[in-house]
């Protein structure tokens, strides 16, 4: 057999376990394997690094499969090459309940797969922050044991996606060298010929973002090796604009939207089994292919070793360092550091934005956790996300821990994402709130994917004042608490978003958001206690000493309204207690005793928040009293658009008084 | 004073009206209006074919500030051209409560405005929307009453924003000749230099995406106007690409970030105007620019009398239609299809799915609304969108009714902002539900624009099945009811989609989305009723002959299953009434009195919908009883997602049983 023969027979093995799991799905996507599949066997079995013995080796490459319609591309691949979670069992169960072999690739659910994809461009941006993150550590910790490419399988919907732009832009300027980019370019999308809906060329697109680019047939292995080769001694990252044909091999279907989305049928695979002279059933792989697939397999287990002997031979310090950020512990000087500031916080009492507060937080924090990599979108001195300890990441030197991200905060939060998802560090963001909005589709998939990243979102209300409603968040609290996973706090005061920082970094397991504001706030929290508060999510901050008539919940800047508004209520003479409600998660996460304690059962209940009401209901009911907002804010200075939309402790007070029995009022 | 004297003058006009007014408010932008000064200038008084005493005119060019923080350049300009909604008394509130002028332009605000801009790249996108719409405007009415250009200025933050990409390389696939970008090419981005996160060459980028590009010094006139000339002529859209000194004129802050978004301070003022030779106070425009700019915004009025002559000529069935189209006002045959539809509909009571549904609807109503255009972003077959009167619009043939829009969500619901704000069309998109997350940023902005733009959003929940979490929306219903005056409809049956679709076109003031489902549903309205029941956002399906022991509230695909539980509670001699809630918001709309009515006082409350619980508390308060999701969905077959997630008839039996008084049980 020549080496054409054998490749040819490697490639089909991923066509026909493909077509045929989607076919006995009776659901999926068989074009893009078998299209990729050239691609793809030369990738896996020549140069990518890797060792399915042991799937979470630190320093292997990534692959990150873009298109993640075509996960059965990835799936074929991992069974082929040995990894034991993708066993030919699991291929047969593509896209049954509780398979490893999900719809699309869900990180988690098998080693070997690096991160989610599905929503078209993410993974791109994942690859971007794998990329940074490969280079980071490099730095950090020498390149004999952080030196690895990162490999990306990207279709047309992820070029035509937005986040493309900025994902590809920022590599580009960071010159992201071993990020490796392969365009199956098969001029096909769902609804026809990519010529329905676009024009671009792609090759002089990602030239103009700084990047390298080769153009090769994609059905040929030697032009393949020689593209990757090629990509590997490049000084930018690379795009391989590979042109291949849609499910590759189906005699009617090929090079056409059929081969795209769903089964081929019977008819159809049968008619590619004879064209393509493969005569194996079903889900069976003749052994001298698949024998050959497991020896690519093992192609990196002797550089496996090579890398743990080396570690074995580094710095005894520096590899119980690398260790512990893999794991994504803290270090041990983390708590101490918080309760030191705490106790300083409770003698200071600081009136400040908790924008600045969390400057104030992170100097703490990035002096005791060098994993932490800060960075905004472009906002730095507005966001304040950036210390004393977090020198710029460049071009040039890595060494630092901030990034500039520029103006693309979607392209930044799936970057971040590939960054947790990578390891070894501590992602945090900085932007407006108001763009989570913008950024909300790798939100989701850090949550969905368990990634401790961290964001910093400040101007978190009408508060910021004269920029106006384009700019003020009304919805946000609501839309972000909606995502099942994510932790949205809202600190009201320096205590708090110490606490909050606390709890966010702590959270090993999913992404925090931490909204800020930028309008001064006061010190709430007077006295020292060591135990986090915010980590049940709703506490008492002011307790009434009978049984008070009115409980007010609040988040962030307007807990300071509610405590005016309750010593008001006082000098009337009506007893009232307030509840700080950073988190709505963590709340829920309570016992039923503690949640019904916290409630209470006051006959009056006023929940005061600079949003909309949605999902305040839990807290005071369906009759309850809500102070907020009831639509977009306006452009003024803000103490005006306070008083404006009514958000003002003498409106809780006229809320209350409505409410109060007619012979308990004054 | 020769012509470059008065240039300058009138330029330095706008320079000194912007940073005025922003030292005044202590708060804004003046780098970009001094920094695009010059290109203001000769744009407005050379080229824009627009009349400040009809600033309605249908046929002038519109002007988009997509960089929308440079606010105080468009109302220097719409103040100095005469515009009569923008006094100088109007300047000097800049950022005040109540006042036209907003921190970022608001639409509606003021004559002159054409669009709502702040969040970076969309007004880019808006203004593809506009050009798409002269264009198909101009097919339909004819070159002698639709022929107008659209201009943007964007920033570097605009062009770094992925909406970008996705609004470029949709303008350069359809040769939007008459959509012109002028690139504010300062260098400079709110953390200092661009190229602290940048390197992108964009001329090479906007011509890989088929674009003209011109490189021009953004503060030589002659240059600018041959830039614009040569602009006019070319057969594609074309960006011109103009270097510029933010702040320019300011001797310190000029080419900085200090003078992006904030007060110059007086003294760098003063010392601005001694460089420029301004001798007026603030506020004060001397007479000769004052008269030279008034004059400019005289240029266009022939040209928009002899329109009006012209349009008296035309043909007056065209003529009326032209008007209808504009007003937004229905056919007149629109309300008898729509009857004549649901009377059909009570006799067939087809089972399918409300994709489907939608579909059929869509025949109907493209069959007696000419000016719908549709769309999707390459998801045709899936969103079922497209029907028999809806040819796809093409790059040289705009006479159809349908764009294919390609995998870019964000482009295409800002570029539908730009059709609606446009006027004379009503867009209407494609999309998965999921990816509303896409284009989040663009539907708010619909809503705060009160713009009527129509998304179809299918498969949405976990009834998609294997495609599984990275596409099961499960936030989304509560994300998306949250954004102010967006109405969110979930249809339960055909004859629910048919209100629906009828609610969402009747709604000219704001936008709409539909929900709707991949797998089928039976017919829930058997009875023809000529009211539409949507309208009241939710209302009693099935009302129980005597005093419920139970209300089941449902939406979309999950009232089938409410339905189902009701009639198996009745079997266990269990009386319940089931409500459908297609819409959260127009049931807020209601009376106190219909809202208490409908909520009604049955002991046990249940919701059900295939969603979080976000929002329900509404109707069946914190205790009640809500079966749905509590986190991501699943990659299976949809009907053992519903038995998995407990989304099922027996769940919700199972959930009153508990609920009934001990006595009351069997």
Redesign the interface.
């Known amino acids: 057999m020549t080496d054409l023969e054998k490749h040819n027979r490697m490639a089909n093995a991923i066509r026909f376990l493909s077509m045929d799991a989607v076919e006995k799905?009776k659901?999926?996507h068989p074009g893009l394997p078998m299209g990729a599949a050239d691609i793809a066997t030369v990738l896996f079995t020549k140069f990518l690094k890797f060792d399915p013995n042991v799937p979470n080796w630190a320093d292997r490459d990534r692959f990150v499969l873009s298109a993640?319609h075509g996960s059965m591309l990835l799936y074929s691949l991992l069974h082929l090459l040995g990894y034991e979670d993708f066993t030919i069992e699991e291929l047969k169960r593509f896209?049954?309940?509780?398979?490893r072999t999900?719809?699309?690739p869900?990180y988690g659910h098998g080693a070997g797969i690096e991160t989610?994809?599905?929503?078209?461009g993410q993974g791109l941006g994942n690859a971007v922050g794998m990329a940074i993150a490969e280079r980071l550590q490099s730095v950090r910790f020498g390149e004999d044991l952080v030196n690895h490419y990162t490999y990306v399988l990207a279709g047309?919907?992820c070029l035509?996606?937005?986040?493309?732009?900025?994902a590809l832009?920022?590599a580009?300027?960071l010159k992201l060298n071993k990020l490796v980019v392969i365009w199956d370019n098969n001029d096909i999308?769902?609804?026809g010929k990519v010529s329905?809906?676009?024009?671009?060329?792609?090759v002089?697109?990602f030239?103009?973002?700084?990047w390298h680019a080769i153009e090769i047939d994609g059905h040929d292995p030697e032009a393949i090796e020689a593209a990757f080769t090629e990509a590997k001694k490049s000084d930018k990252p690379t795009l391989i604009a590979a042109k291949t044909t849609i499910g590759f091999g189906a005699p009617t279907k090929a090079g056409t939207n059929k081969a795209h989305g769903s089964p081929l049928g019977d008819a159809e695979i049968a008619e590619t089994r004879k064209g393509l002279g493969w005569d194996a059933e079903p889900f069976d792989v003749p052994s001298d292919v698949l024998d050959a697939w497991r020896i690519a397999g093992l192609r990196s287990a002797q550089a496996r070793k090579d890398w743990e002997k080396r570690f074995e031979d580094a710095d005894s310090e520096l590899r119980l360092e690398f260790e512990r950020r893999l794991r994504g512990d803290l270090p041990l000087t983390f708590e101490q550091a918080i309760q030191d500031y705490k106790k300083e916080l409770a003698e200071t009492q600081p009136t400040m934005a908790t924008r600045k507060a969390s400057e104030a937080v992170l100097k703490v924090i990035n002096g005791v956790v060098p994993e932490t990599i800060g960075g905004?979108a472009?906002?730095?001195?507005?966001n304040n996300t950036k210390t004393e300890q977090t020198a710029?990441v460049t071009t040039d030197d890595f060494s630092g821990r901030y990034i500039?991200?520029?103006?693309?905060?979607?392209?930044m939060a799936a970057a971040m994402n590939g960054m947790a998802l990578h390891g070894g560090v501590i992602p945090y963001s900085g932007g407006f709130l108001?763009?989570s909005?913008?950024c909300?589709?790798a939100l989701?998939?850090a949550?969905?994917m368990n990634q401790r990243v961290i964001h910093v979102m400040t101007h978190d209300s009408i508060g910021l004042?004269?920029?106006?409603?384009?700019?003020q968040p009304?919805?946000h609290y609501?839309?972000l608490?909606?995502?099942?996973?994510m932790r949205f706090f809202r600190p009201a005061d320096i205590t708090e978003t110490l606490e909050c920082w606390q709890l966010a970094l702590e959270h090993k397991s999913g992404p925090s958001i931490l909204a800020l504001t930028r309008q001064n706030l006061p010190t709430v929290r007077k006295e020292y206690e060591a135990k986090n508060l915010c980590a049940k999510g709703a506490y008492v901050l002011k307790e009434s000493d009978d049984a008070a008539q009115v409980t007010i919940f609040a988040s962030g800047s307007e807990v300071e309204i509610a405590l005016d508004a309750s010593a008001k209520l006082a000098e009337k003479g009506i007893s009232s207690r307030v509840v700080s409600v950073p988190s709505f998660e963590l709340f829920e996460e309570q016992s039923k005793a503690y949640k019904a304690d916290i409630?209470g059962d006051s006959p009056i209940k006023i929940a005061v928040e600079a949003g909309?009401r949605?999902?305040w209901?839990?807290?005071i009911?369906?009759d309850g009293g809500f102070i907020g907002?009831?639509?977009?804010g306006?452009?003024?200075?803000y103490k005006?658009?306070y008083e404006?939309f009514g958000i003002t402790a003498d409106a809780i007070v006229g809320e209350v008084e409505q409410r109060l029995p007619a012979d308990a009022a004054d």
């Open positions: 799905a659901s999926g993640g896209r049954q309940l509780g398979s999900c719809g699309h869900e989610t994809t599905g929503p078209l047309d919907g035509m996606e937005g986040i493309s732009q900025e832009s920022l580009g300027h999308t769902i609804d329905l809906a676009d024009s671009t060329d792609q002089a697109r030239k103009a973002s700084g905004s472009d906002l730095t001195g507005s710029p500039h991200y520029g103006i693309r905060e979607h392209g108001i763009f909005d913008y909300r589709p989701r998939l949550s969905l004042g004269e920029d106006g409603p384009t700019h009304v919805e609501a839309a608490r909606a995502i099942p996973g409630i909309i949605q999902g209901d839990r807290f009911g369906p907002m009831t639509g977009f306006a452009s003024a200075p005006e658009l404006h």
